[in-house]
């Protein structure tokens, strides 16, 4: 059993690895400003809910003793949410971050896991894109994610083991529902409009099922210190073209759903290799995309999803504009 202490921890990834690692027996602190609300999380009687900012270096240094483990979600995480208030942006992604490891190392943390991004690769020709590549960000999102990683190796040290993943853009259901990633995005208009506008539609896109991100997270949390120590890894499954991910999810929604092609000026393709994380813990998802696209479905025909076309708290970008965040 860890005491783990997770940022971010009531958001959409962290909704549903918070659980397994409840599952898993170990106990859990969730810090988080809860702005998409407190009832993501179940009661659990290993959990321990703070509301708390971090950028807040008091709070973050009252609660964070005596923890075993950080994992580090919590960001303004995508590109269209960042560029509404850069400033903002700055100052949780990156001027957060290294009081955030600094004060962790000091209170005893034992392993720093870090959630980066595959944006901050930029475009590559090449097929595999893997961890050993120039990083070539063009986002100011992606270029703190990549000075975030460079922040925490200066910390790695025997006592105080830090290890960065990249993911794939997470799909799939989750308490805290994302309804404005692609291959949500997609399910989305699917199921309600029975119509799907690609644009452009031959552009790679890197995904990664939400359950497998959760246990991407706790194999980084058991992995053998030697395994993991001041290393990056990629982690997303089949690198689908835009139209590919089209057709998967006409393929679960129904085969009456009309698509638009439409040329876009944004060509950008991301790809990754994730055999790294497979040969060195032996990760492999185990979960589709077209599995991401039945648990929404699901989701919808349950109703536990509401008004999910026009919903702010599935959009972080409505959201952060409805309260102002500051």
């Known amino acids: 059993m860890n005491r783990i202490f997770v940022t971010g921890g009531a ?17 859990v602190s969730v810090f988080d400003l809860m702005i998409y609300g407190d009832d993501v999380l179940e009661d659990h009687p290993n959990l321990n809910m703070i509301k ?45 971050f290294r009081p955030l490891v600094e004060l962790s190392k000091e209170s005893g943390v034992q392993r720093f896991i870090y959630a980066s991004s595959s944006s901050v690769y930029g475009v590559k020709e090449e097929k595999d894109v893997h961890e050993g590549m120039l990083l070539e960000p063009l986002t100011d999102y992606s270029k703190f994610k990549a000075e975030c990683e460079k922040i925490l190796l200066e ?31 997609l399910t989305n208009l699917a199921y309600h409009n029975r119509k799907i506008t690609v644009f452009g539609g031959n552009q790679l896109r890197p995904n ?25 890894f990629n ?28 040329d876009t000026d944004d060509n950008r393709s991301y790809h990754i290799s994730s055999q790294k994380i497979l040969d060195i813990l032996g990760f492999k998802p185990a979960h589709s995309i077209e599995e991401a696209v039945l648990d929404l479905k ?18 972080n970008i409505k959201t952060m504009q409805r309260i102002n965040l500051i």
């Open 11 to 27: 958001g959409y990834v962290g909704a549903v690895t918070v659980p397994l690692l409840l599952e898993k027996g170990h106990e």
């Open 52 to 96: 708390g900012d971090i950028r807040d270096k008091e709070a973050l240094k009252e609660h964070i003793l005596g923890h075993d483990i950080v994992i580090h979600l919590a960001c303004i995480s995508n590109d269209p949410s960042f560029e509404l208030n850069p400033d903002l942006g700055k100052s949780i992604n990156l001027d957060a």
């Open 155 to 185: 910390y790695q040290d025997s006592n105080f083991t830090t290890v960065t993943i990249r993911p794939a853009t997470v799909c799939g259901y989750s308490k805290r529902q994302r309804l404005d990633v692609v291959v949500n995005i």
């Open 208 to 232: 990664i099922h939400i359950k497998d991100m959760s246990l991407a997270y706790l194999n980084l949390i058991t992995a053998p210190k030697e395994k993991v120590e001041g290393q990056i």
């Open 235 to 262: 982690a997303g499954d089949v690198n689908y073209t835009v139209n590919e991910l089209t057709e998967i999810v006409i393929s679960v929604v129904g085969e009456d759903v009309e698509t638009v092609v439409s």
């Open 298 to 315: 699901e989701g919808f025909e349950r109703g536990l999803l509401v008004n999910p076309l026009e919903n702010e708290k599935y959009f």
